[in-house]
C-alpha cells in the first residue's frame, strides 16, 4: 500500500483539473472547522447503515418547506417520464434504465433510496460524448420490487449482467453511496468489461483485522433460536413497517434531502417525485423491511479492500467532503490503498452529482477524456493492404 497523500501518481493518467470554488450556505449545516476527520470511523456498522437507508427513504421529524421547480441554470435535465424509459428483463425481473448518447459507454449507478432518475443532470452532459446508460438496481426506482433475500451480491450481478447483455462492450461504471460499492464490485468481477471506476461518496467499509468472529452466532442455543430471534423479527417488521409508512411521504423526504444537500437548491418537486413514486408499489414496504433487516445484517462480509485489492483499472474519486455520512478520511484511505485513484474533493454533501452536477460534469469529462475511450474513426481502421 502507498501511503502517499497525492492526488495523482505516476501510473494515473494525466488529470488536470482546473481549481474551482464553490461557496455553499446552508442554515441547517454548520460547516465542520475541519474537513478531514483523523479520528473519525469509515467502518458502516448495520445501526449506521440502517439509519442512513431511513434517511434516504425521507425519515424526518423537521418541518417541511416550499420546493424549487427550476431545473439548474445552463443544464440540460433529464425529461421526467412516470412510466420510465426502457425495461429488460433479468432473472426474471423487469429492470428499469435510460440510455442517452453515442460513444464509448458508461454506466451510471444510483445510491440507496434513488433511482436513473437522480443522474438528471449527468446524463444529458456525458450524452454530448459518450452512450450513457443509468440503471436502477432490483428493488428501487422503476426496476420490480422483487420479493428475494437482498444481498450486494445481488446487485452486482445485475450490473455484470447488465453490461454483458445490454451494454455489450468495455465500459466505465459510476456509483454513488450504495450504488459506488456495487460499481465496485462489478468492476472486480468483471476486470475484462470494466475500464474504469468512479465512487461518489461511496458505501462500504474496511475490513478489521482484529475482528474476532461472533460467537454468540456460531453458538446459537435452542432460546435464541425459536424464541428470541421470532419475537425479534416480529418486533423489527412492526417497527419498520411504520418507518416506511412515514417515509414515503413527501414532506419527510423533502426535508431529509435538504439536510443531505448542503446546497439544497437542487431539491425539487423532481427529485422528491422520482423517490416517492416508487414507494406506492404495493410491494415497496416488504422490500423496505427486507433490505433493512436482512441486507444490512450480512453486508460486512465485502470489504472495501477485499474489493481493491481485486481492482486493475483506473479509479476517480468525485468526493463531497462536506458529507454528513460519509467523510473525507474513507477518499483517503482508498487512495492510500489503491494508489491508482485520482481525487477531486468537492465542497457538497452525499450526494455532489445531484448537488454540484456542473463540477462533477467537468470532472468527470476531464478524467474520461484522459483514458482515451473514444473509438477510433472510420478512416484509421481501413486496412491499407
Same mark, same amino acid.
Given at each position: 500500500?502507498?501511503?502517499?497523500?497525492?492526488?495523482? &501518481?505516476?501510473?494515473?493518467?494525466?488529470?488536470?483539473?482546473?481549481?474551482?470554488?464553490?461557496?455553499?450556505?446552508?442554515?441547517?449545516?454548520?460547516?465542520?472547522?475541519?474537513?478531514?476527520?483523523?479520528?473519525?470511523?469509515?467502518?458502516?456498522?448495520?445501526?449506521?447503515?440502517?439509519?442512513?437507508?431511513?434517511?434516504?427513504?425521507?425519515?424526518?421529524?423537521?418541518?417541511?418547506?416550499?420546493?424549487?421547480?427550476?431545473?439548474?441554470?445552463?443544464?440540460?435535465?433529464?425529461?421526467?417520464?412516470? +412510466?420510465?424509459?426502457?425495461?429488460? &428483463?433479468?432473472?426474471?425481473?423487469?429492470?428499469?434504465?435510460?440510455?442517452?448518447?453515442?460513444?464509448?459507454?458508461?454506466?451510471?449507478?444510483?445510491?440507496?433510496?434513488?433511482?436513473?432518475?437522480?443522474?438528471?443532470?449527468?446524463?444529458?452532459?456525458?450524452?454530448?460524448?459518450?452512450?450513457?446508460?443509468?440503471?436502477?438496481?432490483?428493488?428501487?426506482?422503476?426496476?420490480?420490487?422483487?420479493?428475494?433475500?437482498?444481498?450486494?451480491?445481488?446487485?452486482?450481478?445485475?450490473?455484470?449482467?447488465?453490461?454483458?447483455?445490454?451494454?455489450?462492450?468495455?465500459?466505465?461504471?459510476?456509483?454513488?453511496?450504495?450504488?459506488?460499492?456495487?460499481?465496485?464490485?462489478?468492476?472486480?468481477?468483471?476486470?475484462?468489461?470494466?475500464?474504469?471506476?468512479?465512487?461518489?461518496?461511496?458505501?462500504?467499509?474496511?475490513?478489521?483485522?482484529?475482528?474476532?468472529?461472533?460467537?454468540?452466532?456460531? +453458538?446459537?442455543?435452542?432460546? +435464541?433460536?425459536?424464541?428470541?430471534?421470532?419475537?425479534?423479527?416480529?418486533?423489527?417488521?412492526?417497527?419498520?413497517?411504520?418507518?416506511?409508512?412515514?417515509?414515503?411521504?413527501?414532506?419527510?423526504?423533502?426535508?431529509?434531502?435538504?439536510?443531505?444537500?448542503? $446546497?439544497?437548491?437542487?431539491?425539487?418537486?423532481?427529485?422528491?417525485?422520482?423517490?416517492?413514486?416508487?414507494?406506492?408499489?404495493?410491494?415497496?414496504?416488504?422490500?423496505?423491511?427486507?433490505?433493512?433487516?436482512?441486507?444490512?445484517?450480512?453486508?460486512?462480509?465485502?470489504?472495501?479492500?477485499?474489493?481493491?485489492?481485486?481492482?486493475?483499472?483506473?479509479?476517480?474519486?468525485?468526493?463531497?467532503?462536506?458529507?454528513?455520512?460519509?467523510?473525507?478520511?474513507?477518499?483517503?484511505?482508498?487512495?492510500?490503498?489503491?494508489?491508482? &485513484?485520482?481525487?477531486?474533493?468537492?465542497?457538497?454533501?452525499?450526494?455532489?452529482?445531484?448537488?454540484?452536477?456542473?463540477?462533477?460534469?467537468?470532472?468527470?469529462?476531464?478524467?474520461?477524456?484522459?483514458? $482515451?475511450? +473514444?473509438?477510433?474513426?472510420?478512416?484509421? &481502421?481501413?486496412?491499407?493492404?
Amino acid at each position: 500500500m502507498s501511503s502517499s497523500s497525492s492526488c495523482l &501518481t505516476s501510473s494515473t493518467p494525466s488529470f488536470r483539473l482546473k481549481k474551482q470554488v464553490f461557496l455553499l450556505h446552508s442554515r441547517k449545516f454548520s460547516t465542520p472547522s475541519r474537513l478531514c476527520h483523523p479520528g473519525s470511523n469509515n467502518q458502516i456498522s448495520r445501526r449506521g447503515i440502517a439509519l442512513r437507508g431511513i434517511v434516504a427513504a425521507g425519515i424526518s421529524a423537521m418541518e417541511p418547506a416550499s420546493v424549487a421547480t427550476k431545473p439548474v441554470q445552463g443544464l440540460d435535465r433529464l425529461t421526467f417520464k412516470p +412510466e420510465g424509459y426502457n425495461f429488460w &428483463t433479468w432473472r426474471d425481473h423487469r429492470i428499469h434504465y435510460v440510455v442517452q448518447g453515442e460513444g464509448p459507454p458508461i454506466v451510471l449507478v444510483h445510491g440507496f433510496g434513488a433511482s436513473a432518475f437522480h443522474w438528471r443532470y449527468n446524463i444529458p452532459e456525458l450524452a454530448k460524448k459518450y452512450k450513457v446508460y443509468a440503471v436502477d438496481l432490483l428493488g428501487f426506482g422503476w426496476s420490480e420490487k422483487a420479493l428475494i433475500d437482498y444481498d450486494a451480491i445481488i446487485w452486482r450481478d445485475q450490473v455484470v449482467d447488465f453490461i454483458n447483455e445490454i451494454v455489450k462492450e468495455p465500459a466505465v461504471v459510476v456509483g454513488n453511496s450504495l450504488g459506488g460499492f456495487t460499481a465496485l464490485a462489478t468492476a472486480a468481477s468483471l476486470p475484462d468489461k470494466v475500464v474504469g471506476v468512479v465512487l461518489l461518496n461511496s458505501a462500504g467499509q474496511f475490513g478489521d483485522p482484529n475482528a474476532k468472529p461472533d460467537e454468540t452466532q456460531v +453458538e446459537a442455543n435452542i432460546l +435464541e433460536k425459536f424464541i428470541i430471534k421470532p419475537l425479534k423479527d416480529i418486533f423489527q417488521r412492526v417497527f419498520l413497517g411504520f418507518l416506511f409508512w412515514q417515509a414515503k411521504q413527501p414532506a419527510r423526504i423533502e426535508s431529509v434531502l435538504k439536510s443531505v444537500y448542503i $446546497n439544497s437548491s437542487n431539491v425539487d418537486d423532481y427529485l422528491v417525485e422520482s423517490i416517492t413514486q416508487p414507494a406506492t408499489d404495493p410491494k415497496a414496504s416488504e422490500v423496505y423491511y427486507r433490505l433493512m433487516s436482512r441486507f444490512m445484517s450480512n453486508q460486512r462480509k465485502y470489504t472495501l479492500d477485499s474489493l481493491l485489492s481485486q481492482l486493475s483499472c483506473p479509479l476517480l474519486l468525485l468526493w463531497g467532503d462536506l458529507d454528513p455520512w460519509v467523510g473525507p478520511t474513507k477518499a483517503i484511505k482508498i487512495k492510500e490503498f489503491y494508489p491508482n &485513484t485520482t481525487v477531486v474533493n468537492l465542497q457538497a454533501g452525499h450526494c455532489p452529482h445531484d448537488e454540484v452536477p456542473e463540477l462533477v460534469n467537468s470532472a468527470l469529462l476531464e478524467w474520461l477524456s484522459s483514458l $482515451n475511450l +473514444e473509438k477510433p474513426s472510420l478512416s484509421t &481502421t481501413v486496412n491499407m493492404s
